[in-house]
Every structure is written in C-alpha cells, then in structure tokens.
C-alpha cells in the first residue's frame, strides 16, 4: 500500500498562483513516477503533469505547459507542482498519481484530492 498526502490547494485570483505538494509513504516496490491529475465537475480526469523519479523527465498536458511545473524530491519521496499564471479553467480537483512497479506490473495509487479555485 502507497499512502499519498497532498496539500497546498485553495483558492486564488485568476493570474496568481499556488504549489502543490505530495508526499509518498509506505511502498514497498519501486515508484516509476508520479503525477497530477485534475477532475474538474463534470469533466473526466485527466493529465496536467507527471515526473519520472529516476530520470527526472517530465510530461504536461498542452494546457499548462509553460505555466505549471512539476519536480520532485527523491529523498523526500514527494512531488511539487507549481501553478503559475492561473486561470479560472484551471479550477479542479488536483489529485495525486503515483505509479507503483509491483513485481513488473504498474499499480497506480491516488490521493484524496485537493480542490483549486480560481476565480475570475
């Protein structure tokens, strides 16, 4: 079992900004990467950002690209992800992915969620 804990959501004026963090316990296998995913009512999740935790490389959805940023502390087995020039689209619950190598097989664990306002 991987536990993940988030914080940092809230809410803040369309341009400002916000970090996320979340921070990973409790596995027993090899974490290949972690991410964020966002749910927006109504809407699907879907991917905003996500880290390798042994290369480093990332990978961001078309949305955010040049105004989120994901990275990683290795030692502290968490994942930031930085949210600047907000806009009111962004507005979702954020919620954090880690992807697990159990004996070869990924197995994914999610957080409770955190929920990002932006408002107008």
């Known amino acids: 079992q991987v536990y993940l804990v988030e914080s940092g959501g809230g809410l803040v004026q369309a341009g400002g900004s916000l970090r996320l963090s979340c921070a990973a316990s409790?596995?027993?296998?090899?974490?290949?990467?972690m991410g964020w995913y966002r749910q927006a009512p109504g809407k699907q999740r879907e991917l905003v950002a996500a880290?390798?935790?042994?290369?480093?490389?990332?990978n961001y959805a078309d949305s955010v690209k040049g105004r989120f940023t994901i990275s990683r502390d290795n030692r502290k087995s968490t994942v930031y992800l930085q949210l600047n020039s907000l806009k009111p689209e962004d507005t979702a619950v954020y919620y954090c992915?880690?992807?697990?190598?159990?004996?070869?097989?990924?197995?994914?664990?999610w957080g409770q969620g955190t929920q990002v306002t932006v408002s107008s």
């Open positions: 409790g596995s027993r296998f090899s974490i290949n990467g």
């Open positions: 992915n880690a992807a697990v190598d159990v004996f070869g097989a990924v197995v994914n664990y």
């Open positions: 880290i390798s935790t042994s290369d480093g490389s990332t």
